[in-house]
């Protein structure tokens, strides 16, 4: 990664977070443990995105404090040659001011000892509430220690508070540094659909045994070619009527001739997610029906970017493909008119529900589902109540965040065709989902992950090639 070259972005984040401390604040933010997977293995390591923000710095066994005047702490890993050997190179505490323009750093084996000195006479400890297990404990055991020295007139932290929410609004805006990564990232993830839309299509017109694993293999190959450190999250490869479980991962079913295919995956690239869907005929020809249900998820699509733009809300783009969705499952006959009535009243009633149950779309950044509050901050006094038309429950909405330039989210509409005697049989077990990743600019937004394909007929026409 690139942390050295560009330290100057962290010290510029960690100085406007030391700006929101107040005085006497002092923030502290680990890394993320090392975690086992069996016995001697371990998973393989993926920093706290709070903590990469904040330093660039991916060694684990690392802690940030910073004070309130600016001045920065890094614990680290000590040099040791032996260690060194087995698990590689560290930066060590010498190196870490310079490297990384940090105002001092320790060991991480002082961590215990030098925390109370740095907690007294500060009147607030601010850290990431409910995100590290047992950090509340350490922090618990430091106060202790402090207290331990109020009779020598140390004073002891009076008030804890929840560091997230400075931080997710900070991330919640994307610089132009963190954009040019996603853009990568997003390319990166497009190529890799290209080629296992390609595969699967070559694989088949051979006559050869597809599974859902070879294209995961695909995807994977084509990330790592390019310097993705990992896939973002579990890629999702699901052939046929697979694909209507949302959560599925990339497992062993065959991939048919004339099935479709629901890929979404997305690799990780410096610390930064890209989350891509497309679903394309294994075979490369959409039948009929398929096409049909395609071209409706597609057009949902473009509501939704057409309404991704400053100054609407975050709601607006979900509530944009639920329309154009709905009004397909009426026309369709997914939705029988006589029961649910018009339009208005199948949105109402959410009867869409039986085919599209998940949402739009959510924030993309170091995190594939990134941080960052969903209500208008602006707005928070504002609450108006309504009555649940299915439950009957009383629900309150907070106004939905407005959208402004250097956000970035998915927008992921789909449709998802259970077995049912009240829908026409050529509709059932195709399940779609087209996602692509955008960045709010002063005017719309940006498409990032349009590399890949998403109009049918140029999904058939790169499948032919
Ligand atoms: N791949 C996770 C999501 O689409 O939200
Ligand atoms: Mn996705
Ligand atoms: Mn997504």
Same mark, same amino acid.
């Given at each position: ?5 560009h330290?100057?972005l962290y010290a @510029? ?7 929101q401390l107040?005085a %006497?604040?002092?923030a502290? +933010?680990p #890394?993320?443990?090392?975690r086992s997977?069996n016995?001697?293995?371990?998973f393989l ?7 990469y923000?904040?330093t660039?710095?991916t060694e684990p ?6 004070? =309130?005047d600016g001045e920065t702490?890094?614990?680290c890993q000590?040099?040791d040659l032996?260690r060194e050997?087995?698990d %590689?190179?560290?930066?060590g505490?010498?190196a870490a001011p310079?490297h990384l /323009?940090m105002s001092q750093?320790?060991?991480?084996a002082?961590l215990?000892q ?5 907690l ?7 850290y990431?509430?409910?995100?590290h297990k /047992?950090?509340?404990g ?6 202790q ?7 020598? %007139?140390?004073?002891?932290?009076e008030?804890?508070?929840?560091l997230?929410? +400075?931080?997710d609004?900070?991330?919640l805006i994307?610089?132009a540094?963190?954009q040019?990564?996603m853009?990568r990232?997003?390319r ?6 290209i080629?296992?839309m390609?595969r ?9 045994d597809?599974? @859902?694993y ?8 084509e990330?790592r070619q390019h310097?993705?450190?990992?896939p973002a999250?579990s890629?999702?490869?699901?052939a ?5 479980v949302?959560?599925y991962?990339a497992?062993?079913? =065959?991939?048919?001739d004339g099935?479709?295919?629901?890929i979404?995956a997305?690799?990780e690239?410096?610390g ?8 394309f005929?294994?075979n490369g020809r959409?039948?009929?029906p398929?096409?049909?249900?395609y071209d409706?998820v597609?057009?949902?699509q473009e509501?939704a970017i ?13 509530e944009?493909?639920?329309k154009?969705? #709905?009004?397909?499952?009426l026309?369709l %006959?997914l ?8 339009l208005?009243?199948?949105? @109402?009633h ?8 998940h949402?739009?779309g959510?924030w993309l950044g170091?995190?594939v589902?990134?941080?960052g509050?969903? +209500?208008?901050p602006?707005e928070? /006094? ?5 009555k ?5 429950e #009383?629900i309150r909405?907070?106004?939905s965040?407005?959208?402004r330039p250097?956000?970035?989210? #998915?927008i992921?509409?789909?449709?998802y065709v ?12 195709i /399940?779609i ?5 955008a960045?709010?600019?002063e005017h719309?937004?940006?498409l990032?992950?349009?590399d890949v394909? +998403?109009k049918?007929?140029?999904i058939?026409?790169l499948?032919?090639g």
């Open positions: 990664m690139d942390t050295t070259t330290f100057h @510029e984040r960690r100085a406007r977070v030391a700006a107040g %006497g604040g002092i502290i +933010v #890394t993320a443990p090392e997977r016995r001697d293995s371990e390591f993926r920093h706290d995105s709070y903590f923000y904040l660039g710095f066994n690392a802690w940030l404090v910073i004070t =309130a702490t890094l614990f000590p040099k032996e050997i087995w %590689g190179i560290r930066m505490p010498e310079s /323009g750093a320790f060991s991480v002082e215990d030098r925390l109370p000195r740095l007294e006479n500060r009147h607030t400890v601010w990431p509430f409910a995100t /047992g950090l509340e350490r922090v618990d055991g430091w106060l220690s402090v207290r331990a020295r109020v009779r020598y %007139g140390a004073l002891c932290p008030v804890q508070r929840d997230c929410g +400075v931080l609004e900070m991330r994307k610089d540094h963190e040019g990564i853009r990232a997003a990166i993830s497009a190529r890799a659909h080629r296992a390609q699967s299509a070559a694989m088949l017109s051979a006559g050869q597809v599974r @859902e070879h294209l995961d293999a695909e995807l994977l190959h990330f310097g993705s450190q990992y999250y890629s999702i490869v699901a046929g009527a697979n694909a209507c949302l959560h991962r497992d062993n079913a =065959a991939i048919r099935e479709l295919v629901l979404d997305g690799c690239l410096d930064y997610a890209s989350d891509i869907t497309r679903t005929p294994a959409f039948t009929g398929q096409r049909v249900l409706l597609l057009a949902s509501a057409a309404a991704t733009q400053p100054g609407n809300r975050f709601v607006d783009p979900h944009a493909t639920v154009v969705l #709905t009004q397909g499952m026309d %006959g939705l029988d008119k006589n029961q649910v009535g018009t208005e009243d199948a949105i @109402e959410r009867h869409y529900f039986a085919h599209y149950m949402r739009t959510h170091m995190d589902h990134d941080c509050s969903y +209500v208008e602006s928070l /006094g504002t609450v108006s109540e309504r649940d038309p299915l439950s009957g #009383t909405d907070r106004p965040r407005i959208l250097g956000m970035a989210l #998915t992921e509409p789909g449709l259970r077995p049912s005697d009240r829908i026409p049989r050529e509709f059932w077990n /399940g989902r087209i996602e692509d990743d960045i709010v600019t719309s937004c940006e990032i992950s349009r394909p +998403v049918a007929d140029d058939e026409a499948m032919r």
